[in-house]
């Protein structure tokens, strides 16, 4: 956990039973020192956040929507696009961890009389796992490598190219068998 101060925290002793709703509002800037700046996020970072309470647990769902400036990896033009990042986290109170080992998510062991769950960098982290492994421009018509207006291999039905059309990779591969059998 980050020692920084709290921008993104939730009040246990206020949770009611069930579902409870927080919204938070930040900018980039606030979360100065976690490299969201260096990753592509710029301006308003959103985070919508669902707690619901119950008397063994927590179950925290993060949901988060920032703004994010990155290059095309082929053309190297600037895209600016609306990333949104989810993440759930689950609390429990003096359970055993064992047993919740099997479970699919992230679970983490809190007293009964914590006052506060600081979610700060579980919300940086659900903003990185939204960037996108591989940014591509599909709109820009000055991507060399990538034409949107293109029909060369427009795909039917059937998974074949238009009529008389073979396409560069069903060319390669007859020629690969060619040589193959040959």
């Given amino acids: 956990m980050s020692k920084e101060k709290p921008l993104v925290e939730i009040r246990t002793v206020a949770l009611v039973e069930g579902i409870n709703e927080f919204d938070y509002t930040g900018n980039i800037i606030d979360y100065d020192g976690r490299q969201l700046a260096d990753a592509g996020f710029d301006g308003e970072i959103t985070v919508h956040v669902d707690a619901k309470k119950s008397d063994e647990e927590i179950s925290i769902t993060i949901s988060t929507s920032a703004m994010g400036t990155f290059s095309c990896d082929r053309c190297m033009v600037p895209i600016s696009k609306m990333l949104h990042g989810s993440l759930e986290l689950f609390y429990t109170f003096n359970t055993s961890l064992a047993e919740k080992e099997n479970e699919i998510g992230e679970y983490r062991q809190i007293a009964t009389n914590t006052e506060y769950i600081d979610i700060t960098d579980d919300v940086c982290d659900a903003l990185f796992l939204s960037l996108p492994v591989k940014v591509i ?9 990538y034409d949107s207006n293109a029909v060369t291999e427009e795909k039917l039905d059937g998974g074949d190219t238009l009529p008389g059309k073979m396409s560069t990779w069903r060319e390669s591969l007859e020629k690969l068998k060619s040589n193959i059998v040959n």
């Fill in 137 to 145: 421009c599909t709109d820009n018509p000055d991507c060399k490598l």
